[in-house]
């Protein structure tokens, strides 16, 4: 089972929405902040190759300098969820034998770039979270639901909340 970065994100976010995304079920497609995500990184760094997907896994929004991952988010919300998701990015690459990765998330909307860095102890936490995750997607039913000042602006809210 590919544990995608997607995935990674989603658990740091919701593990419920991990759960229907994972099996495949997908309300992305009716969300407005998901549209303006799209088109957020249809209109910025248009000079950079986009969108690098690597072994069907990881989707690196653009690579610049080599060996500098970068990651494009519209605000700080769930800043902690982007950072572990770069941070799996790195590991993923690392278990390829490729070394020395610099990453960074960047907020166009606020002109504010952030380095990310995989620190020794965080491998362990990403392995650890990986199997968390496939723990969640085997379950029959979805995880509780968080009830949470995010679940509002969620594309799955209908589905937890209606």
């Not at 088109?39 to 300098?65: A, M, R, S, V």
């Amino acid at each position: 089972m590919n544990i995608t970065g997607i995935m990674i994100y989603y658990y740091f976010i919701c593990q419920r929405r991990l759960w229907y995304f994972s099996n495949q079920i997908n309300m992305e497609q009716n969300s407005e902040l998901v549209k303006l995500g799209k088109i957020l990184d249809e209109t910025t760094y248009t000079k950079e190759k986009k969108q690098i997907l690597i072994d069907g896994t990881i989707n690196i929004d653009f690579i610049k300098n080599g060996a500098v991952l970068h990651e494009v988010k519209k605000t700080r919300k769930i800043e902690e969820a982007s950072i572990w998701q770069l941070k799996y990015y790195i590991y993923y690459l690392e278990t390829k034998g490729i070394k020395n990765i610099k990453a960074k998330i960047d907020f166009p909307l606020l002109r504010e770039t952030k380095e990310v860095i995989l620190e020794e102890g965080d491998r362990k936490i990403i392995e650890n979270v990986i199997k968390n995750i496939k723990d969640i997607i085997k379950m029959d039913k979805p995880p509780q639901k968080l009830n949470t000042k995010i679940c509002n602006k969620c594309s799955y809210f209908d589905l937890c909340y209606v």
